[in-house]
């Protein structure tokens, strides 16, 4: 069975700061995976996926997420934190093989604080 | 511009009272879910569609109900069944095929009075 585990509930960083949220997944097959975004009481928008066509995903916002198979991981990073980053953010793996339904199971999710 | 919408916002239910969430999508897409998430528990799914008149349990659809008679509408009854309703309820869809994202609406918050 396919999981995600978001290490950190929430993470704090200084605005200007590096921004590193974790990310380790369980997939006995080649995953699909997705970063979202999470603003209050607001939906979940897409900020990068992973699809096998590059380890290193750029996504929006000047985020970007690094595919590591022998780490089981997809830690994402972005090299400078903005006021504007502050939110939720959740991982999620899809097998690819729903056979016409595309099946997400998603991380806990880990909210990011970023302070003056 | 395509998207999803869910309605209402916010939404109240009373002891016994059965509710509906409406989720209306204008992406063409195939497929829809339900999830519903509450404080630290990320999203649990609770029934997802991969075509008109076609439905499927989730994870957690024990006291809620769904339709779907049009391609683009993806109702939630949340029934007086649910003994925990509170929660903020997400509808989602995507191209019916395996490994594509999933495009979410702003949510509906459901409290009991």
């Known amino acids: 069975a396919q999981s995600v585990t978001q290490l950190g509930s929430h993470v704090s960083v200084s605005e200007g700061a590096l921004v590193l949220l974790r990310c380790n997944y369980s997939?006995?097959?080649?995953?699909?995976l997705f970063w979202y975004v999470q603003y209050p009481n607001q939906g979940l928008q897409l900020l990068l996926k992973?699809?096998?066509?590059?380890?290193l995903v750029k996504g929006i916002n000047g985020f970007e997420a690094e595919f590591k198979k022998s780490e089981t991981s997809f830690h994402l990073t972005k090299p400078s934190a903005h006021m504007s980053d502050a939110a939720e953010y959740f991982c999620a793996v899809s097998d690819g093989r729903s056979g016409g339904y595309n099946k997400l199971i998603f991380g806990a999710g880990t909210r990011l604080a970023v302070h003056p | 511009d395509g998207g999803i919408t869910q309605s209402p916002k916010y939404l109240f239910r009373k002891e016994g009272q059965n509710v509906t969430l409406s989720c209306e999508q204008n992406?063409?897409?195939?497929?829809m879910y339900w999830y519903r998430q509450d404080p630290g528990q990320g999203l649990r799914l609770i029934y997802y569609s991969q075509i008109v008149n076609d439905f499927q349990k989730g994870d957690i659809a024990e006291g809620y109900s769904v339709s779907r008679e049009k391609k683009e509408s993806f109702p939630l009854t949340v029934t007086s069944a649910q003994k925990n309703p509170t929660a903020f309820y997400l509808c989602?869809?995507?191209?019916?095929?395996?490994?594509?994202?999933?495009?979410f609406g702003d949510g509906t918050r459901l409290s009991i009075l």
């Open positions: 992406l063409n897409h195939d497929a």
């Open positions: 989602a869809s995507s191209i019916a095929q395996g490994g594509q994202p999933q495009h």
């Open positions: 997939s006995s097959v080649p995953p699909y």
């Open positions: 992973y699809t096998s066509a590059a380890t």
